[in-house]
């Protein structure tokens, strides 16, 4: 028996959106929990600017663009040779673009979901190659309440979430047979930089009425990182093919 089953010491876990916001905070509370963290965005700036809070030694910065997805089986395969192989993915990367139908072009509809859904199915395929992944690995995958409760001018965001938590089942269906676990967080509305870009475009006041929609308020991102350190550790072993809610008790009304 695991004397702790939440610790994640000497765990490799890969965090991608790892430059800000919840992807930056996950992986932070990842290495305070004894984690290696691989950290993947394409901004190296602010990947170093991550970096210089994790605990710990023996962590990665890798600078990569998630939309060429052709490129990801070997660049997974590069990694797993440079730094083991995984014991676990958190795909954090992703885009609003709020914009109503009528605004919506088919060109930003397609960059949401190649950002929010095409990445994350490159991730998991990429992560089951052979020498990648270990035994009762975990992959944690980020989908949002708006998959189930829709708001305006967040059509392709939603419906991106929507598809973000079928392939979440699929693939844990898939993958069970490997010893891989896989999983969604579908959170509320979480304070970052991405909140405050759509505070900008809707109004102070419009975000305080979505706020009093949410029982106990907005969340922090480290909300989220307590329920990725679960879904990731031996906590989580029997727990597969789920979209975990934490929202504030936003889906609650």
Same mark, same amino acid.
């Given at each position: 028996?695991?004397?702790?089953?939440?610790?994640?010491?000497? #765990? $490799?876990?890969?965090?991608?959106?790892?430059?800000?916001?919840?992807?930056?905070?996950?992986?932070?509370? &990842?290495?305070?929990?004894?984690?290696?963290?691989?950290?993947?965005?394409?901004?190296?700036?602010?990947?170093?600017?991550? /970096?210089?809070?994790? =605990?710990?030694?023996?962590? *990665?910065?890798?600078?990569?663009? $998630?939309?060429?997805?052709?490129?990801?089986?070997?660049?997974? #395969?590069?990694?797993?040779?440079?730094?083991?192989?995984?014991?676990?993915?958190?795909?954090?990367?992703?885009?609003?673009?709020?914009?109503?139908? /009528?605004? &919506?072009?088919?060109?930003?509809?397609?960059?949401?979901?190649?950002?929010?859904?095409?990445?994350?199915?490159?991730?998991?395929?990429?992560?089951?190659?052979?020498?990648?992944?270990?035994? *009762?690995?975990?992959?944690? $995958?980020?989908?949002?309440?708006?998959?189930?409760?829709?708001?305006?001018?967040?059509?392709?965001?939603?419906?991106?979430?929507?598809?973000?938590?079928?392939?979440? /089942?699929?693939?844990?269906?898939?993958?069970?047979?490997?010893?891989?676990?896989?999983?969604?967080?579908?959170? *509320?509305?979480?304070?970052?930089?991405?909140?405050?870009?759509?505070?900008? &475009?809707? *109004?102070?006041?419009?975000?305080?009425?979505?706020?009093?929609? =949410?029982?106990?308020?907005?969340?922090?991102? &480290?909300?989220?990182?307590?329920?990725?350190?679960?879904?990731?550790?031996?906590?989580? /072993?029997?727990?597969?093919?789920?979209?975990?809610?934490?929202?504030?008790?936003?889906?609650?009304?």
């Amino acid at each position: 028996m695991v004397s702790n089953p939440f610790l994640l010491s000497g #765990k $490799l876990i890969m965090v991608t959106g790892a430059s800000s916001g919840i992807g930056s905070q996950v992986a932070i509370w &990842l290495s305070q929990q004894g984690a290696r963290v691989v950290l993947v965005a394409r901004n190296t700036e602010r990947l170093e600017a991550t /970096r210089r809070q994790l =605990h710990g030694e023996s962590h *990665g910065v890798e600078p990569f663009d $998630l939309l060429d997805g052709y490129a990801v089986p070997a660049w997974m #395969k590069t990694l797993a040779s440079s730094y083991g192989p995984f014991d676990g993915l958190v795909h954090a990367a992703g885009v609003q673009m709020p914009l109503p139908i /009528r605004a &919506l072009a088919i060109e930003q509809w397609e960059t949401v979901f190649a950002t929010n859904v095409t990445s994350g199915f490159s991730l998991i395929k990429s992560f089951r190659q052979k020498g990648v992944f270990v035994q *009762g690995a975990s992959i944690v $995958l980020l989908s949002s309440v708006m998959a189930q409760a829709a708001q305006p001018s967040l059509m392709a965001y939603c419906a991106s979430k929507g598809a973000v938590e079928s392939m979440v /089942r699929a693939a844990a269906l898939e993958l069970a047979r490997d010893g891989i676990r896989v999983n969604a967080i579908a959170p *509320g509305i979480v304070r970052t930089e991405m909140t405050r870009k759509l505070e900008d &475009l809707v *109004g102070i006041d419009s975000m305080a009425v979505v706020e009093q929609k =949410h029982p106990l308020g907005f969340g922090e991102p &480290l909300d989220i990182a307590y329920a990725v350190n679960y879904l990731l550790s031996p906590a989580a /072993r029997w727990v597969t093919g789920t979209a975990m809610v934490v929202d504030g008790g936003y889906l609650a009304q």
